[in-house]
């Protein structure tokens, strides 16, 4: 690619949702990395961070719902977890692909949706899952590191600052109570080659349900 590592992976108002779900889901031959539409989407190094969110996730067993398979492996260390259902949601078709052949091999009941099929209002996700999703004592963990990794290349250079500033109001916004915010810190040291991560920190939300 001829993209320097200061350019955003995104430019301004750039909309990929037209043509995301029939785009090839480029997985290079040592399936470390993974890209669509030329935008690099998960890369394998990230594997101790999607640990912990997996982990987040399925503390409290029972039905987990995950949004975006990619490189299965958050939705691997989830199966190794005892709890009762997995559902997978994933828009691109041929990861997709990749989740319904993963999905027959796994020890708990594994479902595959392109899209959240009971989704009658429109709404953003968070708030979905806040009021239609969660049960109270539910908990949602989540990342988006192109944007958290963006936004400690030019504005942050403190994760937890970071996050209260820029997440947090969305959180309240879409119902959940800020004491029900909490956050753990990883030390990772992202390769020089990765181009939406560069800080030092990961940073893990667990926001629990009233
Ligand atoms: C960063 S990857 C997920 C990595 C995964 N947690 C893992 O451990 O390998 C993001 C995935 O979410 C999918 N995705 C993005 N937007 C989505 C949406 N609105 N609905 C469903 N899947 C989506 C992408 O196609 C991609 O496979």
Known sequence: STMSAAEPIFSQGEDCKPGWTEADAQYNEADTHLAILGKPVMERWETPYMHELATAAASRGGRVLEIGFGMAIAATKIESFPIKEHWIIECNDGVFQRLQNWAKEQPHKVFCMTRIHCLKKPGTLTSLISSRL?????????????????????KYDNIEKMFQE???????????KKEKITTT???????????Y??????????IVKD
């Open 197 to 206: 991560y560069a800080f030092c920190k990961m940073i893990t939300p667990t």
């Open 185 to 195: 810190l990883l030390d990772i040291i992202p390769p020089e080659e990765c181009k």
């Open 166 to 176: 820029t997440q947090v109001p969305h959180l309240i916004q879409a119902g959940f």
């Open 134 to 154: 969660l049960k109270p004592g539910g908990v949602l963990t989540y990342c988006n590191l192109t944007s958290w990794g963006e936004l400690l290349k030019t």
